[in-house]
């Protein structure tokens, strides 16, 4: 069983930062690839990114290639989303999510993790 719990979504100007922190239970989280989703209002949940085990390869949407850079911390059992050049197209709440099993490639099929966050709200305003 993998627990995730996202934190550091807030409020933020057009243009600005955030990192997302995600913190995962477990003591193989290293071994799992890790995923970001978002979802917005009255839309529905899209890939954003993920990384595998290793924490060298990575992967984005075309919607936030260049702006965001997802990271992890194995010894501290979190991933990172730092999301630069924010938009107001960039609202959303946002969950990190695991695959069942690890040494796992994942990338944006939902239906390929196990695992998910309860979110945290990011706000970009215009």
């Known amino acids: 069983q993998v627990q995730l719990v996202e934190s550091g979504g807030g409020l933020v100007q057009a243009g600005g930062s955030l990192r997302l922190s995600c913190a995962a239970s477990?003591?193989?989280?290293?071994?799992?690839?890790m995923g970001w989703f978002r979802q917005a209002p009255g839309k529905e949940r899209e890939f954003v990114g993920t990384i595998m085990w290793t924490g060298i390869s990575t992967r984005y949407s075309d919607s936030v290639k260049g702006r965001f850079t997802i990271s992890r911390d194995n010894a501290k059992n979190t991933v990172y989303l730092q999301m630069n050049s924010l938009k107001p197209e960039d609202t959303a709440v946002y969950y990190c999510?695991?695959?069942?099993?690890?040494?796992?490639?994942?990338?944006?099929?939902?239906?390929?993790?196990?695992?998910w966050g309860q979110g945290t709200q990011v706000t970009v305003s215009s």
């Open positions: 477990g003591r193989t989280f290293s071994s799992y690839a």
């Open positions: 999510a695991a695959p069942q099993s690890p040494y796992t490639y994942v990338w944006s099929e939902q239906s390929q993790y196990r695992y």
